[in-house]
């Protein structure tokens, strides 16, 4: 069992940056792989930025390249996402995610665990 608590969220100004944290319960941390996801109203949840579970592997949406990253401290149990030159298109609830895997997967329903989720918003 895995409990994930994200943390970071608020409102921002477009150009603006945020950094979540999901810190997760649990003595086993670094055997899961980890995943950002984000969900706006009336969409579907979508993967953000996911991270293997050395840590050494990266994986970003296409949409987010550049802009956001994901890292990890195992030695916290706390994976982070930085978000720079935020955009009103970025705006939705952010969830963490993981998976008891080497690579983290981009689809939702392959994650085990959940967060309950952050809100992110962006003004133009």
């Known amino acids: 069992q895995v409990l994930l608590v994200e943390s970071g969220g608020g409102l921002v100004q477009a150009g603006g940056s945020l950094r979540l944290s999901c810190a997760a319960s649990?003595?086993?941390?670094?055997?899961?792989?980890m995943g950002w996801f984000r969900q706006a109203p009336g969409k579907e949840r979508e993967f953000v930025a996911g991270?293997?579970?050395?840590?050494?592997?990266?994986y970003y949406a296409d949409s987010v390249k550049g802009r956001f990253t994901i890292s990890r401290d195992n030695a916290k149990n706390t994976v982070y996402l930085q978000m720079i030159s935020l955009k009103p298109e970025d705006t939705a609830a952010y969830y963490c995610?993981?998976?008891?895997?080497?690579?983290?997967?981009?689809?939702?329903?392959?994650?085990?665990?959940w967060g309950q989720g952050t809100q992110v918003t962006v003004s133009s």
């Open positions: 991270i293997s579970r050395s840590g050494r592997s990266t």
């Open positions: 649990g003595r086993t941390f670094s055997s899961y792989a």
């Open positions: 995610a993981a998976e008891r895997t080497l690579v983290p997967p981009t689809n939702p329903p392959a994650y085990d665990y």
